[in-house]
Protein backbone atom coordinates (compact mmCIF):
# COMPACT_ATOMS: atom_id res chain seq x y z
CA UNK A 1 0.00 0.00 0.00
CA UNK A 2 1.25 3.62 -1.09
CA UNK A 3 3.03 5.13 2.10
CA UNK A 4 3.31 9.07 2.39
CA UNK A 5 7.63 9.00 2.99
CA UNK A 6 10.32 11.17 2.37
CA UNK A 7 8.21 14.76 2.60
CA UNK A 8 10.47 16.98 4.60
CA UNK A 9 13.81 16.51 3.27
CA UNK A 10 17.11 18.25 5.52
CA UNK A 11 18.00 20.92 2.55
CA UNK A 12 20.60 23.49 2.50
CA UNK A 13 18.79 26.68 3.76
CA UNK A 14 17.33 28.94 0.78
CA UNK A 15 17.29 25.43 -1.70
CA UNK A 16 14.94 23.23 -2.93
CA UNK A 17 15.79 19.72 -4.29
CA UNK A 18 14.23 19.43 -8.45
CA UNK A 19 12.59 16.28 -9.40
CA UNK A 20 15.44 15.46 -11.60
CA UNK A 21 17.58 15.75 -8.47
CA UNK A 22 19.21 19.37 -8.75
CA UNK A 23 19.15 22.02 -6.25
CA UNK A 24 17.67 24.94 -7.25
CA UNK A 25 17.47 28.52 -5.28
CA UNK A 26 14.28 29.36 -3.92
CA UNK A 27 14.82 33.10 -5.23
CA UNK A 28 14.87 32.00 -8.61
CA UNK A 29 11.14 30.29 -8.29
CA UNK A 30 8.17 32.03 -8.89
CA UNK A 31 5.32 31.94 -6.59
CA UNK A 32 3.05 29.30 -6.75
CA UNK A 33 -0.39 30.40 -7.31
CA UNK A 34 -3.23 27.93 -5.33
CA UNK A 35 -6.83 28.67 -5.94
CA UNK A 36 -9.42 28.47 -3.20
CA UNK A 37 -8.66 29.39 0.34
CA UNK A 38 -10.56 26.43 1.80
CA UNK A 39 -8.99 24.24 4.41
CA UNK A 40 -7.53 22.17 1.50
CA UNK A 41 -5.84 24.85 -0.10
CA UNK A 42 -4.41 26.24 2.58
CA UNK A 43 -2.92 23.14 4.04
CA UNK A 44 -0.88 22.95 0.84
CA UNK A 45 0.00 26.44 1.32
CA UNK A 46 1.08 25.76 4.53
CA UNK A 47 3.50 23.23 3.98
CA UNK A 48 4.53 25.09 0.20
CA UNK A 49 5.13 28.39 3.17
CA UNK A 50 7.08 26.10 5.19
CA UNK A 51 9.64 24.96 2.07
CA UNK A 52 10.32 29.06 1.61
CA UNK A 53 8.06 29.11 -1.52
CA UNK A 54 5.64 31.94 -0.77
CA UNK A 55 2.69 30.92 -2.31
CA UNK A 56 -0.44 33.19 -3.58
CA UNK A 57 -4.01 31.71 -1.95
CA UNK A 58 -6.71 33.18 -4.04
CA UNK A 59 -10.12 32.92 -2.73
CA UNK A 60 -13.46 33.77 -3.92
CA UNK A 61 -15.14 34.12 -1.01
CA UNK A 62 -14.01 34.55 3.01
CA UNK A 63 -11.02 32.73 3.58
CA UNK A 64 -12.16 29.39 4.92
CA UNK A 65 -15.86 29.76 4.63
CA UNK A 66 -16.41 26.89 2.71
CA UNK A 67 -14.74 25.33 5.28
CA UNK A 68 -15.85 25.94 8.59
CA UNK A 69 -19.13 24.83 8.64
CA UNK A 70 -18.47 20.90 8.27
CA UNK A 71 -19.19 18.25 11.56
CA UNK A 72 -15.35 18.47 12.73
CA UNK A 73 -14.64 14.99 12.62
CA UNK A 74 -11.59 13.52 11.79
CA UNK A 75 -12.46 10.04 10.16
CA UNK A 76 -9.05 8.35 8.55
CA UNK A 77 -10.83 5.12 9.14
CA UNK A 78 -13.41 6.39 6.81
CA UNK A 79 -12.48 4.50 4.10
CA UNK A 80 -15.25 2.72 2.54
CA UNK A 81 -16.67 4.91 -0.60
CA UNK A 82 -20.18 5.89 -0.45
CA UNK A 83 -21.39 3.98 -3.49
CA UNK A 84 -21.80 0.66 -1.66
CA UNK A 85 -23.80 -1.85 -2.39
CA UNK A 86 -25.98 -1.87 0.72
CA UNK A 87 -25.89 2.05 0.32
CA UNK A 88 -27.37 1.40 -3.02
CA UNK A 89 -29.82 -0.41 -1.54
CA UNK A 90 -31.85 1.89 0.54
CA UNK A 91 -31.36 5.08 -1.83
CA UNK A 92 -34.91 4.80 -2.82
CA UNK A 93 -36.50 4.62 0.46
CA UNK A 94 -34.13 7.85 1.12
CA UNK A 95 -35.48 9.46 -2.00
CA UNK A 96 -39.12 8.82 -1.29
CA UNK A 97 -38.99 10.43 2.12
CA UNK A 98 -39.14 14.33 2.43
CA UNK A 99 -37.29 13.52 5.69
CA UNK A 100 -34.71 10.97 4.42
CA UNK A 101 -31.02 11.77 4.56
CA UNK A 102 -31.03 12.35 0.79
CA UNK A 103 -32.80 14.59 -1.39
CA UNK A 104 -32.50 15.62 -4.75
CA UNK A 105 -35.16 18.08 -6.48
CA UNK A 106 -37.53 17.10 -9.03
CA UNK A 107 -35.67 19.99 -11.19
CA UNK A 108 -32.05 19.00 -10.50
CA UNK A 109 -33.00 15.49 -11.40
CA UNK A 110 -31.79 15.55 -15.18
CA UNK A 111 -28.58 17.42 -14.48
CA UNK A 112 -27.85 14.64 -11.65
CA UNK A 113 -28.28 11.84 -13.70
CA UNK A 114 -24.99 11.32 -15.42
CA UNK A 115 -23.38 11.33 -11.92
CA UNK A 116 -26.19 9.53 -10.17
CA UNK A 117 -25.49 6.86 -13.20
CA UNK A 118 -21.42 6.88 -12.28
CA UNK A 119 -21.99 6.24 -8.62
CA UNK A 120 -24.12 3.28 -9.28
CA UNK A 121 -21.54 2.13 -11.57
CA UNK A 122 -18.74 2.84 -8.99
CA UNK A 123 -20.51 0.43 -6.68
CA UNK A 124 -19.24 -2.57 -8.26
CA UNK A 125 -16.58 -4.61 -5.74
CA UNK A 126 -13.95 -4.45 -7.82
CA UNK A 127 -14.25 -0.88 -7.68
CA UNK A 128 -14.82 -0.11 -4.10
CA UNK A 129 -11.96 -2.17 -3.28
CA UNK A 130 -9.82 0.01 -5.10
CA UNK A 131 -11.42 3.25 -4.06
CA UNK A 132 -10.61 2.01 -0.47
CA UNK A 133 -7.23 1.29 -0.65
CA UNK A 134 -6.41 4.54 -2.40
CA UNK A 135 -8.47 6.26 0.65
CA UNK A 136 -6.87 4.63 3.07
CA UNK A 137 -3.03 5.64 1.42
CA UNK A 138 -4.24 9.01 1.67
CA UNK A 139 -6.16 9.38 5.27
CA UNK A 140 -4.08 6.67 6.99
CA UNK A 141 -1.28 9.89 8.17
CA UNK A 142 -3.97 12.21 9.07
CA UNK A 143 -3.84 12.43 13.00
CA UNK A 144 -0.46 12.89 12.42
CA UNK A 145 -0.37 15.39 9.93
CA UNK A 146 -3.11 17.68 11.53
CA UNK A 147 -0.78 17.33 14.83
CA UNK A 148 2.16 18.24 12.38
CA UNK A 149 0.51 21.49 11.50
CA UNK A 150 -1.11 22.32 15.02
CA UNK A 151 2.16 21.96 17.27
CA UNK A 152 4.00 24.07 15.15
CA UNK A 153 1.11 26.95 15.19
CA UNK A 154 0.82 26.60 19.10
CA UNK A 155 -2.62 25.79 18.78
CA UNK A 156 -2.53 21.71 19.20
CA UNK A 157 -6.24 21.94 21.38
CA UNK A 158 -7.95 22.73 18.44
CA UNK A 159 -7.53 18.56 18.39
CA UNK A 160 -10.16 16.06 20.68
CA UNK A 161 -8.86 12.71 20.97
CA UNK A 162 -11.94 11.32 22.84
CA UNK A 163 -12.83 8.87 19.83
CA UNK A 164 -16.15 8.74 17.81
CA UNK A 165 -19.29 6.72 17.98
CA UNK A 166 -21.79 5.25 15.76
CA UNK A 167 -25.39 4.94 17.28
CA UNK A 168 -27.68 1.58 16.22
CA UNK A 169 -30.99 0.92 17.74
CA UNK A 170 -30.43 -3.02 17.27
CA UNK A 171 -28.91 -5.53 15.57
CA UNK A 172 -30.73 -5.66 12.39
CA UNK A 173 -29.59 -1.78 11.76
CA UNK A 174 -26.24 -2.66 12.37
CA UNK A 175 -26.25 -5.91 9.91
CA UNK A 176 -27.06 -2.96 7.02
CA UNK A 177 -23.78 -1.26 7.44
CA UNK A 178 -21.89 -4.82 8.10
CA UNK A 179 -20.17 -4.83 4.07
CA UNK A 180 -18.90 -1.07 4.96
CA UNK A 181 -17.31 -1.87 8.45
CA UNK A 182 -15.61 -5.27 7.11
CA UNK A 183 -14.00 -2.85 3.89
CA UNK A 184 -13.41 0.09 7.08
CA UNK A 185 -11.97 -2.98 9.14
CA UNK A 186 -10.02 -5.07 6.94
CA UNK A 187 -8.14 -1.29 6.16
CA UNK A 188 -7.28 -0.64 10.05
CA UNK A 189 -10.42 0.28 11.25
CA UNK A 190 -10.41 -0.38 15.55
CA UNK A 191 -14.08 -0.61 16.42
CA UNK A 192 -14.98 -1.42 20.53
CA UNK A 193 -18.87 -3.01 19.91
CA UNK A 194 -20.55 -1.18 23.66
CA UNK A 195 -24.24 -2.84 24.13
CA UNK A 196 -26.71 -1.63 26.63
CA UNK A 197 -25.14 -0.42 30.25
CA UNK A 198 -21.70 -0.04 28.22
CA UNK A 199 -22.45 2.25 25.56
CA UNK A 200 -24.44 4.58 28.18
CA UNK A 201 -21.30 3.98 30.55
CA UNK A 202 -19.76 6.95 27.58
CA UNK A 203 -22.28 8.88 27.06
CA UNK A 204 -24.97 8.49 29.54
CA UNK A 205 -27.77 10.72 28.09
CA UNK A 206 -27.75 9.18 24.88
CA UNK A 207 -32.15 7.87 24.25
CA UNK A 208 -32.88 4.34 25.19
CA UNK A 209 -33.44 3.88 21.68
CA UNK A 210 -30.18 3.11 20.69
CA UNK A 211 -29.03 0.13 22.38
CA UNK A 212 -25.03 -0.52 20.29
CA UNK A 213 -22.45 1.62 19.86
CA UNK A 214 -19.49 1.50 17.72
CA UNK A 215 -16.66 2.85 19.29
CA UNK A 216 -13.77 4.37 17.37
CA UNK A 217 -11.00 4.95 20.22
CA UNK A 218 -8.40 6.50 17.69
CA UNK A 219 -10.53 8.80 15.50
CA UNK A 220 -10.68 12.37 17.13
CA UNK A 221 -12.78 16.04 16.20
CA UNK A 222 -12.06 19.64 15.71
CA UNK A 223 -13.20 21.87 18.01
CA UNK A 224 -13.74 24.70 16.07
CA UNK A 225 -13.20 24.31 12.26
CA UNK A 226 -13.24 28.29 11.85
CA UNK A 227 -10.68 28.46 14.11
CA UNK A 228 -8.46 25.63 12.81
CA UNK A 229 -8.88 27.58 8.75
CA UNK A 230 -7.39 31.06 10.76
CA UNK A 231 -4.43 29.44 12.73
CA UNK A 232 -3.27 27.50 9.11
CA UNK A 233 -3.98 30.64 7.43
CA UNK A 234 -2.08 33.12 10.06
CA UNK A 235 1.01 30.22 9.74
CA UNK A 236 1.13 30.29 6.03
CA UNK A 237 1.24 34.14 6.36
CA UNK A 238 3.58 34.51 9.12
CA UNK A 239 6.13 32.31 6.79
CA UNK A 240 6.01 34.75 4.17
CA UNK A 241 2.78 33.25 2.12
CA UNK A 242 -0.38 35.76 1.18
CA UNK A 243 -4.02 34.81 1.10
CA UNK A 244 -5.87 36.95 -1.33
CA UNK A 245 -9.93 37.63 -2.14
CA UNK A 246 -9.95 36.85 -5.71
CA UNK A 247 -12.06 35.26 -7.91
CA UNK A 248 -10.15 33.19 -10.37
CA UNK A 249 -11.85 33.10 -13.77
CA UNK A 250 -9.38 31.02 -15.72
CA UNK A 251 -6.37 29.46 -15.84
CA UNK A 252 -3.96 30.79 -18.70
CA UNK A 253 -1.83 28.71 -20.89
CA UNK A 254 0.34 28.85 -23.70
CA UNK A 255 1.00 25.73 -25.73
CA UNK A 256 0.93 22.89 -23.05
CA UNK A 257 1.84 24.64 -19.94
CA UNK A 258 0.09 26.72 -17.64
CA UNK A 259 1.83 30.60 -17.24
CA UNK A 260 -0.85 32.06 -14.71
CA UNK A 261 -4.36 32.71 -14.06
CA UNK A 262 -6.99 35.34 -14.31
CA UNK A 263 -8.74 37.56 -12.49
CA UNK A 264 -11.13 40.16 -12.89
CA UNK A 265 -9.29 43.02 -13.90
CA UNK A 266 -5.91 41.30 -13.42
CA UNK A 267 -3.42 38.69 -14.76
CA UNK A 268 -1.28 37.13 -12.32
CA UNK A 269 1.82 35.35 -13.82
CA UNK A 270 2.80 31.70 -12.38
CA UNK A 271 4.54 28.64 -13.75
CA UNK A 272 2.97 26.51 -10.97
CA UNK A 273 -0.82 26.42 -10.30
CA UNK A 274 -2.69 24.48 -7.91
CA UNK A 275 -6.70 23.79 -8.59
CA UNK A 276 -8.17 23.80 -4.63
CA UNK A 277 -11.50 25.63 -5.31
CA UNK A 278 -13.77 22.40 -3.58
CA UNK A 279 -17.12 22.10 -5.59
CA UNK A 280 -16.15 25.12 -8.38
CA UNK A 281 -13.13 23.10 -9.53
CA UNK A 282 -14.41 21.37 -12.54
CA UNK A 283 -16.05 24.94 -13.95
CA UNK A 284 -12.13 25.91 -14.28
CA UNK A 285 -10.88 22.99 -15.89
CA UNK A 286 -13.92 22.42 -18.50
CA UNK A 287 -12.05 25.03 -20.83
CA UNK A 288 -8.82 23.49 -20.78
CA UNK A 289 -10.39 19.57 -21.79
CA UNK A 290 -10.68 17.90 -19.00
CA UNK A 291 -14.10 17.00 -17.93
CA UNK A 292 -14.76 15.81 -14.56
CA UNK A 293 -17.96 14.10 -12.92
CA UNK A 294 -18.02 16.83 -9.90
CA UNK A 295 -20.68 17.19 -8.13
CA UNK A 296 -21.52 19.07 -5.13
CA UNK A 297 -24.01 17.47 -1.90
CA UNK A 298 -25.07 20.33 -0.13
CA UNK A 299 -24.79 19.67 3.39
CA UNK A 300 -25.98 21.32 6.32
CA UNK A 301 -25.57 22.13 9.96
CA UNK A 302 -27.32 23.85 12.70
CA UNK A 303 -25.12 25.02 15.31
CA UNK A 304 -26.91 25.49 19.38
CA UNK A 305 -24.86 27.73 21.93
CA UNK A 306 -26.36 25.51 24.79
CA UNK A 307 -27.90 22.48 23.72
CA UNK A 308 -28.45 21.20 27.52
CA UNK A 309 -26.75 17.69 27.34
CA UNK A 310 -23.45 16.50 27.80
CA UNK A 311 -21.92 14.94 24.64
CA UNK A 312 -18.38 13.27 25.09
CA UNK A 313 -17.57 13.25 21.34
CA UNK A 314 -18.37 13.27 17.64
CA UNK A 315 -22.07 10.31 17.52
CA UNK A 316 -23.33 10.15 14.55
CA UNK A 317 -27.13 7.91 15.03
CA UNK A 318 -26.63 5.56 11.90
CA UNK A 319 -30.26 5.92 10.95
CA UNK A 320 -30.50 9.59 10.37
CA UNK A 321 -26.66 10.18 8.64
CA UNK A 322 -25.94 12.67 11.11
CA UNK A 323 -23.06 14.31 13.24
CA UNK A 324 -23.23 15.23 16.79
CA UNK A 325 -20.21 17.21 17.54
CA UNK A 326 -19.42 18.92 20.70
CA UNK A 327 -17.61 22.15 19.86
CA UNK A 328 -15.72 24.71 22.22
CA UNK A 329 -18.41 27.38 20.92
CA UNK A 330 -21.42 24.71 21.27
CA UNK A 331 -23.24 21.75 20.25
CA UNK A 332 -23.26 21.11 15.85
CA UNK A 333 -25.53 19.05 14.01
CA UNK A 334 -24.49 18.65 10.76
CA UNK A 335 -25.11 16.21 7.78
CA UNK A 336 -27.86 15.71 5.02
CA UNK A 337 -27.62 15.07 1.54
CA UNK A 338 -28.87 17.47 -1.15
CA UNK A 339 -27.45 17.46 -4.58
CA UNK A 340 -29.19 20.25 -6.30
CA UNK A 341 -26.49 22.33 -7.21
CA UNK A 342 -24.19 25.28 -6.94
CA UNK A 343 -26.60 28.19 -7.51
CA UNK A 344 -29.88 27.55 -5.89
CA UNK A 345 -30.53 29.10 -2.37
CA UNK A 346 -30.54 27.12 0.50
CA UNK A 347 -33.74 24.92 1.91
CA UNK A 348 -33.90 25.85 5.33
CA UNK A 349 -36.72 22.81 5.85
CA UNK A 350 -33.59 20.54 5.19
CA UNK A 351 -31.47 22.14 7.99
CA UNK A 352 -34.42 22.38 10.32
CA UNK A 353 -34.91 18.53 9.74
CA UNK A 354 -31.33 18.17 11.99
CA UNK A 355 -32.99 19.40 15.20
CA UNK A 356 -35.62 16.91 14.85
CA UNK A 357 -32.39 14.66 13.91
CA UNK A 358 -30.78 16.09 16.81
CA UNK A 359 -33.69 15.15 19.29
CA UNK A 360 -34.22 11.39 18.08
CA UNK A 361 -30.58 10.81 20.32
CA UNK A 362 -31.12 13.29 23.21
CA UNK A 363 -34.81 14.11 23.96
CA UNK A 364 -34.13 16.46 26.70
CA UNK A 365 -31.80 18.39 24.20
CA UNK A 366 -32.80 22.59 23.91
CA UNK A 367 -33.13 23.06 20.04
CA UNK A 368 -33.92 27.10 20.77
CA UNK A 369 -31.43 29.75 19.45
CA UNK A 370 -29.58 27.75 16.62
CA UNK A 371 -27.86 28.97 13.36
CA UNK A 372 -28.05 27.57 10.18
CA UNK A 373 -25.57 26.92 7.83
CA UNK A 374 -24.96 25.48 4.25
CA UNK A 375 -21.91 24.47 2.38
CA UNK A 376 -20.62 22.28 -0.72
CA UNK A 377 -18.91 19.41 -0.15
CA UNK A 378 -16.88 18.79 -3.44
CA UNK A 379 -18.05 15.05 -4.53
CA UNK A 380 -17.10 12.42 -7.07
CA UNK A 381 -18.78 9.70 -8.04
CA UNK A 382 -16.36 6.81 -6.65
CA UNK A 383 -15.76 8.98 -3.69
CA UNK A 384 -11.70 9.44 -4.14
CA UNK A 385 -10.60 13.41 -4.58
CA UNK A 386 -8.88 14.44 -7.73
CA UNK A 387 -5.01 14.80 -6.59
CA UNK A 388 -1.57 15.08 -7.88
CA UNK A 389 -0.23 16.31 -11.59
CA UNK A 390 -2.47 17.02 -14.47
CA UNK A 391 -0.52 15.36 -17.36
CA UNK A 392 -1.47 17.63 -19.95
CA UNK A 393 -0.68 20.59 -18.78
CA UNK A 394 2.61 21.50 -17.62
CA UNK A 395 3.07 22.99 -14.20
CA UNK A 396 -1.08 22.30 -13.35
CA UNK A 397 -2.21 20.27 -10.22
CA UNK A 398 -5.31 19.70 -8.63
CA UNK A 399 -6.37 18.90 -5.34
CA UNK A 400 -10.20 18.64 -5.36
CA UNK A 401 -13.42 16.20 -3.85
CA UNK A 402 -12.48 15.19 -0.54
CA UNK A 403 -16.22 14.57 -0.08
CA UNK A 404 -17.43 14.51 3.40
CA UNK A 405 -13.50 14.02 4.35
CA UNK A 406 -12.69 17.44 3.55
CA UNK A 407 -11.26 17.93 7.37
CA UNK A 408 -9.49 14.56 7.76
CA UNK A 409 -7.90 14.59 4.08
CA UNK A 410 -7.14 18.41 3.98
CA UNK A 411 -3.94 17.90 6.26
CA UNK A 412 -2.43 15.03 4.08
CA UNK A 413 -3.44 16.56 1.12
CA UNK A 414 -1.50 19.06 1.89
CA UNK A 415 1.79 17.24 3.13
CA UNK A 416 1.58 15.26 -0.54
CA UNK A 417 0.93 18.14 -2.47
CA UNK A 418 3.28 20.90 -0.95
CA UNK A 419 6.02 18.18 -1.62
CA UNK A 420 5.00 17.44 -4.99
CA UNK A 421 4.96 21.21 -5.68
CA UNK A 422 8.17 21.76 -4.41
CA UNK A 423 9.70 19.32 -6.48
CA UNK A 424 10.18 16.43 -4.30
CA UNK A 425 9.07 12.98 -4.62
CA UNK A 426 6.67 11.67 -2.27
CA UNK A 427 6.47 7.98 -2.05
CA UNK A 428 2.84 7.93 -2.90
CA UNK A 429 1.27 6.64 -6.14
CA UNK A 430 -1.44 9.43 -7.58
CA UNK A 431 -2.44 7.19 -10.59
CA UNK A 432 -5.63 6.49 -8.71
CA UNK A 433 -6.47 10.33 -8.12
CA UNK A 434 -5.45 11.69 -11.45
CA UNK A 435 -8.02 13.85 -13.01
CA UNK A 436 -8.18 11.44 -16.74
CA UNK A 437 -9.65 8.59 -14.96
CA UNK A 438 -12.77 9.85 -16.15
CA UNK A 439 -12.15 10.48 -19.82
Known amino acids: MP ?33 GGGIVGLCIAWHLARRGLKPLVLEAAKEGAAYTGNAGAISHGSVAPLAMPGVLAQVPKMLMDPAGALHIPARYWLRAMPWLLRFVASARREKVESAAVALSALLFSAPDRHREILAAEGASDLIREEGQ ?6 EEQLAKDNASLALRQKHGLKVQKLVGPALRELEPEVSEDYQIGLYLPDHG ?21 EIRTAEVQAILTEGKRVVGVRCAGEDIPADQVVLAAGAWSARLLAPLGLKVPLETQRGYHVMLPDAGVRVGRVLSPADRKVFISPMEDGLRVAGSVEIAGLDAPPTEARAMLLLDDLKKVFPKARTEGGKIWMGHRPCLPDSVPVMGPVSAWQGLYCAFGHGHLGLTGSAPTGALMGALVAGEKPNFDFAPFAAERFA
Open 3 to 35: RLAGVNRALPRGHLLRQDGAMETLSSKPAPVII
Open 165 to 170: MYLYRN
Open 221 to 241: SCVNPARLAAVVANGVRRMGG
